[in-house]
């Protein structure tokens, strides 16, 4: 693993809250989005990018690292030519969907009225 580019803080201080601590695991403009897409199972890196649409390929690897750190999602290499790479979400990542089907439902239902009204204010 290439550590030149990551920095680790040695007076980190653990989230103070359980809402905080999951937050900081899936919160961000992108992972959320990405383990919603996992909840189906398995994509290839490029099926993931093509879903979400406008995310930067640089920005979709960073995230998908990120969750691979902490154990949310699975990186599964196949030894052929060219290489295959899919992500699948881990126990911990499943056990994600009943939050992440209730965002969704709440988004339905709020944040699209929100997010318009936002816009046309």
């Not at 750190?69 to 990542?93: D, F, H, Q, S």
């Not at 992440?100 to 046309?120: I, V």
Request: charged share 30%; proline share 4%.
């Amino acid at each position: 693993m290439d550590t030149k580019n990551k920095t680790r803080h040695t007076s980190y201080v653990l989230p103070a809250c359980p809402v905080e601590a999951t937050l900081e695991l899936i919160g961000g403009k992108w992972k959320g989005i990405v383990l919603y897409y996992l909840l189906d199972g398995r994509l290839r890196f490029s099926e993931l990018k093509r879903k979400i649409g406008c995310v930067t390929q640089r920005m979709l690897t960073k995230q998908l690292r990120e969750l691979e750190e902490t154990g949310l999602v699975n990186r599964i290499v196949y030894a052929e030519v060219p290489p295959r790479v899919e992500y699948e979400l881990t126990k911990e990542g499943k056990s994600l969907k009943p939050i992440l089907n209730s965002l969704k439902k709440w988004g339905e239902t709020h944040a699209l009225k929100l997010l318009e009204n936002r816009n046309s204010a």
